[in-house]
């Protein structure tokens, strides 16, 4: 089954706007850390942001932060302030505490950037 | 530090034919996994490993084997290639320590297509 989902299979924002990017998981771990990841043309894999399952507060790193939703089991990530370099290929991942060496991804979102 | 390397970058197979993707990294990590990435299905993990050793199927596993004898090398081998098999593959390294919150590192890819 599914265990992350995305449902933007493509978005496009206006430069200097800000976009949100839908992540949606499933998990009966209480403990477990959530990941995005964004993937330019170039084709490398960049980590961009982490939130646990216990952290208090909404995770922030830069222009992005994490909407974090545990009831709803969602996890947007939010870009202000776009730029044309955020185009690219954006991946929410998770990792479960019980079995924490391994990193399930979802299908990912494609964010164009529009001058 | 080179971080994670994979070895090639692009390789043509005939199907039927056999062929080791080389991944490699020295971070001293000990978790280590492969992934295949195919258009709108994100990256799907076919084999993990918690350290030498110690390895485990993902959620594709199936047409693929692997083994890792050093902490440093996970080599993923294709045993008889199925034009199903064309995709491009990531190796990606973890710290183990720490719990949840250890990002992964990935390689640059190895684009595989099978004819």
């Known amino acids: 089954a599914q265990k992350i989902t995305q449902t933007q299979p493509g978005m496009f924002v206006q430069e200097k706007e800000a976009v949100t990017l839908d992540c949606t998981y499933d998990t009966s771990d209480p403990s477990y850390g959530l990941f995005w990841y964004k993937q330019p043309s170039s084709g490398e894999m960049i980590f961009l942001i982490y939130?646990?399952?216990?952290?208090?507060q909404n995770a922030t790193e830069g222009r992005y932060s994490l909407n974090f939703q545990k009831a709803r089991k969602s996890a947007n990530l939010v870009i202000s302030a776009s730029q044309l370099g955020d185009s690219a290929m954006y991946f929410c991942a998770m990792r479960e505490g019980t079995s924490y060496d391994k990193v399930i991804f979802g299908p990912g979102t494609s964010l164009s950037v529009i001058p | 530090n080179a971080g994670v390397t994979q070895t090639p970058k692009f390789q043509v197979l005939k199907t039927g034919q056999s062929m080791t993707l080389q991944c490699a990294q020295d971070m001293n990590h000990e978790y280590m996994s492969w992934y295949r990435q195919d258009p709108g299905m994100g990256l799907r993990l076919i084999h993990y490993s918690v350290g030498a050793g110690i390895t485990d199927q993902g959620e594709v596993p199936n047409g693929y084997n692997v083994s890792r004898s050093t902490t440093e090398d996970f080599p993923l081998r294709l045993l008889s290639a199925a034009p199903s098999q064309t995709s491009v593959y990531f190796c990606?390294?973890?710290?183990?320590?720490?719990?949840?919150?250890?990002?992964?590192?990935f390689g640059p890819g190895t684009r595989l297509t099978v004819l």
């Open positions: 990606a390294s973890s710290f183990s320590g720490g719990g949840l919150y250890n990002e992964q590192f």
């Open positions: 939130q646990g399952s216990y952290d208090q």
